[in-house]
């Protein structure tokens, strides 16, 4: 079983992802941290904590953590959130609240006392970036990163398609530039695979799962948000990939290099990939998944 930390800045896809993670029987989540990116980071901590209570999993801890970029000012995806980050799903708030620790200092701790966790990234890499600025001898003991975030410019079968940023590493260049010169392994999921993602996708769930299951129900409304607003339901299951990813690689080609992030407003987010023989290597992208595969772990896991 692999212990892991998921950092996110939850809306309704970190929520399914953060539903799949718990209901997997491979990963032992040691806790939640939490940054500004789809709404502030008060309002996404409070959704952390709704979403564990969701779940019944009130022991996970939760800390929030930055506010704000590391170097630029705060930009938010209000449109994909709803006016309560989460798609207006109506979630209870929580009775729960987070720990006194900042993400940073609490992943710090954590580092000090286990020596074997990976981290899941599914929200900027603010937080990241600060304890890798702030602690990084801690932090070079973080086994694996995986991620969602990036576009890598690997994507297989579709050679006239064009990179762009993706929003976690645009929202902050310059911690997604800090953590991927850590050193840390780096596993991505990325637009190369989640922009394969097809309304068929969302459509078989939605068509099979279980409307007496709660994790279920909650889809089906995030579902009707995305609709409401000109949406893809299918991008509610985009940060879901990088918990696929860490529970079956295989399901993954994976293309091994170095990235380098770009910074400049004219490029900003945008990542340059350059593929390198696995052992000269510490950056891994998928450049196809089994899309098959992958929604009926979903289905199966969280859905019925």
């Known amino acids: 079983m692999e212990r892991v930390i998921i950092d996110c800045d939850p809306s309704a896809d970190d929520g399914v992802a953060l539903l799949l993670a718990l209901a997997s029987r491979r990963l032992s989540v040691a806790g939640i941290t939490t940054v500004a990116g789809v709404a502030?980071?008060?309002?996404?901590?409070?959704?952390?904590?709704?979403?564990?209570?969701?779940?019944?999993?009130?022991?996970?801890?939760?800390?929030?953590?930055?506010?704000?970029?590391?170097?630029?000012?705060?930009?938010?995806?209000?449109?994909?959130?709803?006016?309560?980050?989460?798609?207006?799903?109506?979630?209870?708030?929580?009775?729960?609240r987070p720990?006194?620790?900042?993400?940073?200092?609490?992943?710090?701790?954590?580092?000090?006392?286990e020596e074997e966790v990976s981290v899941i990234s599914i929200g900027p890499m603010t937080n990241l970036a600060r304890l890798f600025l702030d602690y990084p001898k801690e932090?070079?003991?973080?086994?694996?990163?995986?991620?969602?975030?990036?576009?890598?410019?690997?994507?297989e079968g579709d050679?006239?398609?064009?990179?762009?940023?993706?929003w976690?590493?645009?929202?902050?260049?310059?911690?997604?530039?800090a953590v991927f010169a850590s050193g840390v392994p780096i596993f991505a999921a990325g637009v190369d695979v989640t922009g394969t993602f097809t309304p068929e996708m969302a459509e078989k769930i939605l068509e099979r799962g279980n409307r007496n299951c709660p994790a279920f129900a909650f889809f089906c409304q995030a579902a009707e948000y995305n609709r409401r607003h000109g949406l893809e339901v299918s991008s509610l299951?985009?940060?879901?990939?990088?918990?696929?990813?860490?529970?079956?690689?295989?399901?993954?080609?994976?293309?091994?290099?170095?990235?380098?992030?770009?910074?400049?407003?004219?490029?900003?987010?945008?990542?340059?990939?350059?593929?390198?023989?696995?052992?000269?290597?510490?950056?891994?992208?998928?450049g196809r998944a089994d899309l098959e595969q992958m929604t009926e772990f979903m289905i199966e896991r969280i859905f019925t």
């Not at 932090?139 to 990163?145: G, H, L, S, Y």
């Not at 976690?168 to 530039?177: H, L, R, S």
């Open 99 to 113: 720990t006194p620790w900042e993400a940073q200092e609490w992943i710090r701790n954590l580092l000090e006392k």
């Open 168 to 177: 976690n590493i645009w929202a902050d260049p310059e911690a997604a530039g």
């Open 40 to 96: 502030g980071a008060g309002q996404t901590t409070v959704n952390a904590l709704r979403i564990l209570e969701f779940a019944g999993r009130e022991d996970i801890p939760v800390s929030m953590g930055a506010a704000k970029p590391l170097c630029r000012p705060l930009s938010l995806s209000l449109l994909y959130g709803g006016k309560d980050g989460m798609s207006d799903t109506g979630i209870p708030w929580p009775k729960t």
């Open 237 to 286: 299951l985009v940060d879901a990939a990088a918990v696929v990813l860490a529970l079956h690689p295989e399901w993954f080609s994976l293309h091994s290099g170095w990235t380098e992030v770009e910074k400049e407003e004219s490029r900003r987010g945008n990542l340059i990939f350059y593929e390198k023989p696995a052992e000269d290597s510490c950056h891994f992208a998928a």
């Open 159 to 166: 050679p006239g398609w064009k990179t762009r940023p993706s």
């Open 139 to 155: 932090a070079r003991k973080i086994k694996r990163i995986y991620t969602a975030s990036g576009c890598y410019g690997v994507r």
